[in-house]
């Protein structure tokens, strides 16, 4: 019980000798440097000001900035907005819409409680860029949209095509061109049995498709998040041995390339 004690004295005094404080010459607000390391390894820096009776602590707006440097586009993620939206609920905080600032009010009693809910949640928001592999997974599909979108890339999405062999498959993205009919499937980690799935789906349907002379020439596409994962090199190979493109997305670009082809 005794080192427990000794321990947390510790705690509180390396919170407290690591948190600073500096008031503003040009507003009234106050910034607490905490010694909390977000996305960037950067202290996570909040700041406060008086009311009325009562405090209000905010990030200052910059969290969500901060996420878009780093590449995390939370305002054209559906699913990234949604996994923001319950981290600010359950931390019992406030989203400003137009400002982009979090923020959370206090009396003096609760200061020091509202304190640690807003940094709490403020490392929750900065652990977006780790989160778990389903959010990984929808993000990403988020990430390909807005790729096609700002490339003013026709696209229908979550399409399904019946197979040769009665099945039916789904996919992510189907781009419709000219000649041919593209097929998108998001990865964010290319396992063994994605790649044989995704192999036969493509077979299947290219089969089912051919056999009508009035359809267009089906093309799968396979877009792998390797910031995410590398992807093993004989899974690629089995993927394009069937003509299916690979594209990773640290070279994204190629897809326009390969559509237009």
């Not at 305002?75 to 923020?103: C, F, Q, T, V, W």
């Not at 009010?105 to 020091?112: G, H, I, L, Q, T």
Request: charged share 25%; glycine share 4%.
């Amino acid at each position: 019980m005794n080192e427990v004690r000794r321990l947390l004295s510790e705690y509180y005094q390396w919170l407290n000798d690591n948190t600073h404080i500096e008031e503003s010459s040009t507003s009234e607000w106050i910034s607490i440097d905490t010694p909390f390391v977000g996305i960037f390894n950067d202290h996570i820096e909040i700041y406060v000001k008086r009311q009325g009776d009562d405090w209000i602590l905010s990030d200052g707006s910059e969290t969500l900035i901060l996420l878009e440097d780093a590449g995390l586009k939370i305002s054209r993620s559906p699913n990234r907005k949604d996994y923001l939206a319950k981290i600010i609920r359950n931390h019992g905080l406030n989203l400003n819409e137009a400002s982009g600032e979090i923020y959370v009010m206090a009396s003096p009693k609760e200061f020091f409680k509202k304190k640690h809910s807003l940094i709490q949640g403020l490392l929750a928001i900065h652990d977006l860029s780790a989160a778990s592999q389903q959010n990984v997974k929808n993000f990403f599909k988020d990430d390909v949209e807005s790729f096609l979108s700002d490339g003013n890339i026709i696209y229908t999405k979550n399409i399904k095509f019946a197979g040769a062999s009665g099945l039916d498959w789904d996919f992510d993205f189907l781009i419709p061109t000219r000649r041919k009919e593209f097929v998108l499937k998001t990865v964010s980690l290319l396992t063994q049995n994605a790649t044989v799935s995704f192999s036969y789906a493509i077979n299947d349907v290219r089969a089912q498709r051919q056999s009508d002379k009035r359809s267009k020439y089906f093309e799968g596409m396979v877009v792998i998040n390797d910031s995410y994962a590398s992807p093993r090199p004989e899974f690629v190979s089995t993927l394009r041995n069937e003509n299916i493109n690979v594209v990773y997305w640290s070279s994204k670009d190629v897809i326009n390339q390969i559509i237009q082809n």
